[in-house]
Every structure is written in C-alpha cells, then in structure tokens.
C-alpha cells in the first residue's frame, strides 16, 4: 500500500476526517465562490449549519451546467496567480468545462493517483506506459504524475500521437510491464499485435493494464486480459473532480475504492434527488474535500453505479463503487423503453464469434429504429452465409430479451468500425432534428 495508515484507517475516524474537512471545505466554498454563496443564500443556507454529514444532504448539487454557466474560470476559489494547470473536457452542447489547478492540486492528485496505482498493483520497478491522451484530457497527465510519483518507469506514450505500430513496438522493445488506456484501445492493440504475429505471452511482458474513461464489460475484461496476458484493473474519474484516480479496483477487483480522504461519495436517485442507502443503484454524487482551486459540493456525476460499504478483503476500509453501469443521461429511450448501452455490450461480448467493436446507431423512421452493428471474428467472417445469418438471428434475439425492444442486426466484417486511440464512439443518435 502506498499509505498504510490512511487506506485501512477506521472507518470512525475517516468519516471524522471527512466531518472536519466537510465543514472547511463549505466554509471555504462560501467565501471564495460567488457561485456558491450565491446557492447557499438561495437555500437559506449559513456554513455553520453543516455540523453533520447528514447535513451534507442540505448542500443543493452542482450540475455540468453550473460549470458552464461560469464558463471559464467563474467557479474558481483561487486566483488566476495561484492556478498552475488547467484541464478541460468538450461536451455535446459545445461550451467545454474548464478545471483548474493549484500547485498543490496537482501533488495531491499526484499522490492520490500513486495510491490508486500501487491499490491495483504497481510498483516502483514497473515501466508503465501510458497510452492514455495528454493534453486537455486529464488521463494522460494523471496517469504520468502518479506514475512518477510512485517511482515506477513512465513511457508518456500517449493516445492519438503515437501510431499503434509504434506502441506495439515500444510494448515489446522496452518491456512495459504495466499499460494504461482505454478499454477499447487495449482491444485494438491486441488486433494490430495480432495482425503483426504478436504472441502476448513470448513477445510482451505486461502484468497488469489499468483501463478506464469508458464503460467497458467483465466479458470486455476477459476479452483484453487473454488477449495481453495481463491483469485488468478498472479505474474511474472525471475531469471536474480532478480525473482519474477517483476510484480503483484492489487485488479483489469487487468494485473501485473511494478515496474518503479526499471524497465524499453519496448515491442520489436521478429524478427526485432524495439520498439512497449503500446497496442502491442510483447517480454517483461526489464532493472534494482537499481541492483548493475548484473544490465541488454534491457534483452530480450522470454515472449511474452502487455503493458498497462492506469491508473488503484488502484490507481497506474506504467505500467501494461497482463499475458503472452507465450513465443516467446516456440512457436511449427507443419507442418509450429505456435501453442503456452497457445492456447492449453485456449481450454481445457473450456470444462467441461476436467481435470486439460494435456501433449502435438510432433512427427515426416514424417511430425510433435500433440498430446494432457489430464485427464478427475472422474466422467467423470466413463461415458460409447461412451460419452467419444464424448468427445474427441469435444476436437479434438475446438482444431482444435483455432490452425489451427489437434492435435490428448488422454483422460486419472485422477491422470496418472506426477504431480511436481515446474513448470509442458507440453511440450514433441520428433522431435528432427529426419528429
Ligand atoms: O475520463 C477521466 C479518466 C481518465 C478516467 C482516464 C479514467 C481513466 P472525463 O473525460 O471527464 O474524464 O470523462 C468522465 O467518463 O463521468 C464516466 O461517464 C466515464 N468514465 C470514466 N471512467 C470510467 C470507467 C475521464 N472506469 C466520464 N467506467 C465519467 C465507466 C467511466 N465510465
């Protein structure tokens, strides 16, 4: 563990830590932000009424939106003079969401990321490349400080930069032990290794991938693991609250641990907003508790998960959220059913002879038309035209049965879906503008 004391402290006293920085962070929040001062007056809120974490729940949210709506830096406790770094995430609407950072903002992440790195098992004599995209995104970054932080070898190999040819090479040529991307990209590295006569297991000598940024399925899970020989940790994070490394999956891999220290999480229900119980599938709500440049009071995610409060047989007694299950505003609502696309990848990754990279496209055609294309395998691509038809049926069916409505069926031929070196687009909405 990289801090002993605080990963496995009791619980008592983390939720004492957590009291005591709730109420700074509050105090902190009203008098260096406009924005949520403002919020507390509307609320008929003082600082001084926060004296429990019950109380948290008192705390209106703060939305993407907000964060728009002070599009850049209005959000921002410190300032300009003291920010050292920011980050940005572009979402659907078009005005991005800016994230600045302290010098310190960035050690604590630095460290934050350390431990969520040596919680799934690395060391300071692994050589972790680090295929995640540097720059405005916070993956590459992120990984990079926490890595050399950690001690460990750091390749800033990058997403989109460096040609997968080239990180195939340097995978084999200087022996990375350790490989931090995207799930989707790890499934195409594996493809071009492939293709290239790779054999994982003579040529790579990874141990351990960290991947995260996306929804990604334990069939996905075992998918990257055979084809790298590794070990595969999910790891989650969001630009406005820092990046990656909010949560990490242990030795155990039964969820991702959260960093009390620095979080707190709560799981809302996504239309009323009331506090659900560990064990309760709803929103993911986080406030930072150690942030100076942009602490967040009750951030309202969109990722839909469930918390589980359990001890964990690592021996750290912070909470642990499952992988997510999606996101509360990706959800598709096809002829009135709602259909997430995790439900989607859980179907397909389980029918041998399906590929790895699927694109689920939505139109209206009078009503809304789902559509599912999908590569197959090669060697399923090379079957006679009946058997693939059977295949597609098959597909068409457990699809029906785990959605509830008819998706229609395309197999493609392997290598035809676009490939990125970031987060895979798997949804194509083309209702919009139409009746
Ligand atoms: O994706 C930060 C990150 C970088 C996380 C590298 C992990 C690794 P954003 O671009 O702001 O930040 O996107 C955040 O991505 O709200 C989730 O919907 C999704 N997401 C992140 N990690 C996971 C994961 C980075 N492990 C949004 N599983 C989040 C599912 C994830 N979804």
């Known amino acids: 563990m990289f801090e002993p004391e605080i990963e496995t402290m009791p619980v008592k006293e983390l939720k004492e830590l957590q009291l005591e920085r709730l109420k700074a962070t509050v105090k902190y929040c009203y008098e260096n932000v406009p924005f949520y001062r403002k919020k507390f007056k509307e609320a ?18 703060t939305v993407k939106d907000d964060l728009r709506d002070h599009y850049p830096y209005g959000i921002l406790a410190k300032p300009l003079k003291e920010v050292v770094r920011f980050h940005s995430s572009s979402g659907t609407t078009g005005i991005p969401t800016v994230v600045g950072y302290t010098k310190k903002d960035i050690s ?12 799934a098992g690395v060391t300071s004599d692994d050589i972790v490349q ?7 995104f916070t993956g590459g970054l992120g990984f990079h400080y926490g890595c050399e932080e950690l001690g460990a070898a750091t390749i800033p190999a990058g997403g989109g930069i460096t040609p997968t040819k080239r990180q195939i090479q340097i995978l084999k040529d200087m022996h990375s032990t350790v490989l931090c991307c995207t799930p989707s990209y790890a499934l195409y590295l594996a493809e071009e290794a492939r293709k290239e006569g790779i054999d994982p297991e003579r040529d790579f000598s990874l141990r351990i991938g960290i991947f995260g940024a996306e929804p990604w399925s334990e069939a996905t899970r075992k998918k990257i693991e055979s084809a790298l020989n590794l070990r595969a940790h999910d790891v989650y994070g969001l630009s406005e609250i820092w990046g990656p490394g909010v949560g ?6 039964e969820g991702l641990h959260v960093w009390s220290d620095h979080f707190i999480m709560e799981v809302i229900d996504p239309e009323s907003g009331e506090v659900l119980e560990p064990g309760e ?7 930072t508790l150690t942030r100076e440049a942009m602490p967040l009071l009750r951030y309202r995610s969109r990722d839909i998960s469930v918390v ?12 642990r959220m499952l992988r997510v299950l999606g996101r509360s505003d ?8 709602n259909v997430f696309p995790s439900q989607v990848e859980h179907v397909l990754m389980r029918i041998p002879g399906i590929g790895d990279h699927y ?3 939505v139109d209206r055609d009078i009503l809304d038309v789902l559509r599912v294309k999908v590569e197959v395998t090669p060697e399923v691509f090379s079957d006679k035209l009946a058997e693939l038809e059977a295949l597609r049926r098959r597909v068409e069916e457990e699809l029906a049965a785990v959605l509830n409505v008819g998706a229609k069926v395309e197999l493609v031929e392997p290598g035809t879906i676009p490939r990125t070196p970031g987060k895979a687009q798997r949804v194509v909405d083309l209702r919009k503008g139409k009746i």
């Open 44 to 61: 008929e809120l003082r600082p001084e009424d926060i004296k429990s974490l019950e109380d948290l729940a008192k705390i209106p949210f």
């Open 308 to 319: 589980d409060v359990e001890p964990c047989e690592c021996g750290r007694t912070h909470p």
């Open 359 to 361: 694109q689920i496209i």
């Open 330 to 337: 990706d959800m598709l609502i096809i002829r009135g059913v």
């Open 248 to 253: 990490m999956e242990c030795e155990a891999r």
């Open 281 to 287: 599938k709803g929103e993911l709500v986080f406030t």
């Open 130 to 136: 680090v295929a995640y995209g540097y720059g405005l």
């Open 108 to 119: 604590t992440w630095a460290r934050l990321m350390a431990r969520g790195l040596a919680t």
